[in-house]
Structure formats: C-alpha cells, structure tokens
C-alpha cells in the first residue's frame, strides 16, 4: 500500500482498503495519467467504481471487500486525486474520456460490466453515456447520491431558504480555496454535517475525514469550478443501459431533487431508492445496500462466458 493510501485511508476495519491483484496505468485522450486498481479474480463478473469529488479508491473499500471474492472489481483514481496526476484539463469531457480509457484498458472487446457512479463519479457517468466505449462495455448502471445539473442551487449545506443567498453562500463554501488541513474532532462534526447522515458511525465519519482531507486544495477548487457551472441533463436523455438510482433523504450535496428528477427523465430506471435519514456517502454509510444492489444489477445484467 503507497503512503498515499494509508495516509487518506484508515488502517484497519471495513474501511481499510484492500490490497489490489494488481494495478495499472490507464492513458486518457489527454495524455492523462490513471491509477487503476484491480481487484478478484480475472474471469468473475465485472464493475467498475468511479468515485467522487476529493474522493479517491479508498472510498470504495467496503464495496470492494465484499465484491472481490466474486467479482473483478476495478476502481480507479479520477485525474487529480488520490495517485491519479492532477491534469489542466478540468472538465466534463476529460471525465468522459478518462471512464472510457479505464474500460477500454481493464475489458476485453465486447465485454460487459456494471459500472458504479458516486456523486462526481455518477456525473462521470452521464458525461460518457452517449460515448462508444462507454455503450460497448455498460450493462448496467448504479447512480449514488448525484445529479446532472443546478447543484449549486440546490445543495442544502446552507441552511436557509432557496434563492440568490443561500446559493451564493454555498458557492463560496464549497467553491473555497482554503486548506482543510489535519483531521481534528471539529474537522469531523464538519464534514459530517456537509456530508453525511446524523446517525453516521464515527467510524465511517473518520473513513470520510482521512479521504476527503488528503484530496489536494487546487485539485479541489478545480472540481468545484466545474461542478457549479454543470449541465448534464442531455447526458442522462442518453443514458440507455438499465440504471438504478440511489440517495440519502438527508443529502445535502445532492438531495433527493436531484435523484427523482434522474430516475423521471432516464429512459431505462430499474428503480429510486431513497434511504431514510443518510446523507451524501452512500456507498459508506450504507454499505451492505449499495453492495447489495450492484450483486442484482451483476446477476441480472453481466452474462460470463463458460471457462472465461
């Protein structure tokens, strides 16, 4: 495990992430480097986890537990965080092309695979949806806790009501170039309310704080520029695989608005699951339901070939 790891990771529990099988560098159109991880046995079933803003593959270290003694799990590093180089290039098609080149990099021609947004990650997502790499490898699609559009104006980090003020606050909050420095007790009451549900364990909290915190502040402004100014309805229009989406009713980053208005307007939803009382983390405040829902989407949709 790189020092980089274990420093925005914890060490033990079901959070820890697991050692990979083996990992690898995916080159996006750009030139841009991807640290790609892959986990489990070559041959099983396929997903693929994309992450979220300041997040990095640490994040997916429950999913990948469960996942990998059946499945070939690859997560990768979005440009910029975790051991992926930051880039120049921000932007909703530098998303695009870095999901197509991990695909195109970690699956054989024509093979099918489950592939998994968060938040940012589910924006990669629908960024790609009408890309040729994209709809030659996607079986299915798990939407976690995202939106395609107006996610500035409808964040609710803000406690007050909607209009011109509360979004100019919140684009200054998440928009702030501040470093977020170490991990400290009002560190995690902090991120806890921005991020996740009341009811958060302190040991998912702590899991959250240790990645969050080791994303780069210029890495994390960048992102924010692109997320204010996002419009990715068109790209959820084109999404054609079979797609289930999921939020937390307590999201503040991206509430339940975002994710009814996904599930209306997607030409193939499987189903909105909105989960009583969690927040923006889904993959880790609810981890046995999001593990759960990827092993259906698997099953139903990822076909394997005898002796592969």
Known sequence: MSRLTRLS???????????????????????ARLHVEVHG????????????????????????????TDHQVIAYDQRGHGRSPASQ????DALADDLE??????????????????????MTV???????????????????????????????????????????????????RAPLGPVTPLARRILKYGTMGAGSAPHMVEACARIVHACPRKVRYAWSQVLDLLD???????????????????????????ARSLAAALPHCLGLTELPGLGHMTPVEAPELV?????????AYVHVKEGA
């Open 89 to 92: 290039a921000c932007g909703t």
């Open 9 to 31: 990771s914890v060490a033990s529990g079901p959070y820890a992430p697991p050692a990979p099988a083996r990992e690898l560098t995916a080159v996006s159109a750009d030139g």
């Open 101 to 122: 080149a991990v695909l195109e990099a970690t699956l054989a021609p024509g093979e099918k695979a489950v592939v998994v947004g968060h938040s940012m990650g589910g």
């Open 126 to 176: 629908l960024a790609a949806s009408a890309r040729p790499a994209f709809r030659a490898h996607a079986a299915a699609v798990l939407l976690c806790s995202t939106g395609s559009s107006r996610l500035v104006a409808e964040s609710t980090v803000v406690p007050i009501r909607a209009g011109r003020l509360r979004t100019w606050l919140t684009r200054h909050i998440l928009g702030s």
């Open 41 to 68: 046995p070559d041959g099983a079933p396929p997903v693929v986890l994309a992450h979220g803003w300041t997040c990095s593959t640490a994040f997916w270290a429950a999913q990948i537990r469960e996942l990998a």
């Open 291 to 299: 593990t759960g829902k990827i092993r259906e989407l698997v099953t």
């Open 232 to 258: 990715l309805d068109q790209g959820v229009r084109e999404l054609a695989a079979p797609t289930e989406v999921v939020v937390g009713t307590a999201d503040r980053l991206t509430p339940p608005v975002h």
